[in-house]
């Protein structure tokens, strides 16, 4: 691995910068999570018992089972925000997994990817250095994170931190903490679903496929004058896209596509400037 402390202990110094934000997501992640229905896994298959998530966590039943949940999160509090996460959803998968791939994980990346851009700015000769021995160019700051693998060990951080904040609040307490969050993130995606999908682009005009540059090769395909054009025959050129249709002002942008020697075109310039 390379010599990157020092980016390590920046990734770390941002993610404690921004423990408030992550706290507040994860209060946000929980809203209507009381509301889905209670499941427990009993001797291998999944079952539910007959109540929501709410209301469990309101009497103080225990959310998660035995069969189900992580290690370091059996001894939580019942009802608790981390006797959630333990919980097996409806999916058989336990909570935390879900909050782990949908919160914690883009969050860790958008403060690495902030610890990077801090760096660029404010110690170049090392981030240069870095970027060297990543291999990278430091062109996609995703991709610079990724090489140097901090976002992995940043994840325990954050789970750390949000457990040390909300593992032994009420549930329902921390989703009423996170609802005004969770109706602002709402109206962000219903406004982003309701906007028109972006245009293309237009495509780039090709000079050579314009008609005017079609019918001068088509006019000196005949053989007269012959080619490539030499600066003798600049003047039966000119004659020629003139008697063509080609407007005086679109021979400057038809010459570069058309079989001439050297010189030529600037010939065929002069005349048209002089009044030929």
Do not use: K
Not at 60 to 89: C, H, K, Q, T
Not at 219 to 239: I, K, M, N, T
């Amino acid at each position: 691995m390379f010599d990157v402390d020092w980016m390590d202990l920046l990734c770390r110094a941002v993610l404690r910068e921004r423990t408030g934000e992550l706290v507040a997501e994860a209060c946000a992640w929980t809203v209507g999570l009381s509301d889905r229905p209670h499941h427990l896994r009993r001797r291998g298959r999944l079952v539910e018992t007959g109540g929501t998530i709410g209301d469990r966590a309101a009497t103080g039943l225990m959310l998660s089972g035995d069969e189900d949940g992580r290690l370091d999160l059996g001894d939580a509090r019942p009802g608790s925000f981390a006797d959630a996460l333990n919980a097996v959803g409806a999916d058989g998968v336990v909570f935390a997994d879900h909050f782990d791939r949908e919160v914690v994980e883009p969050f860790v990346l958008t403060t690495c990817v902030r610890a990077a851009e801090r760096a660029r700015d404010t110690r170049p000769a090392e981030w240069r250095e870095l970027l060297d021995d990543l291999g990278e160019d430091g062109t996609d700051l995703v991709e610079v994170v990724r090489a140097g693998e901090w976002e992995v060990p940043l994840r325990i951080d954050a789970e750390h931190l949000v457990l040390a904040a909300l593992g032994g609040v009420p549930l329902l307490q921390v989703e009423a903490e996170g609802l005004p969050l969770s109706l602002v993130r709402r109206a962000e995606a219903l406004t982003r679903e309701a906007a028109p999908p972006p245009a293309p682009a237009a495509p780039v005009a090709d000079p050579a496929a314009s008609g005017a540059v079609f019918l001068a090769r088509a006019a000196l395909a005949g053989g007269d004058p012959p080619e490539p054009v030499v600066p003798a025959d600049a003047d039966r050129l000119l004659a020629l896209l003139l008697a063509e249709g080609i407007e005086p002002d679109e021979v400057a942008d038809v010459l570069p596509h058309l079989p001439l020697a050297p010189g030529t075109a600037d010939t065929v310039l002069g005349l048209l400037a002089a009044g030929r």
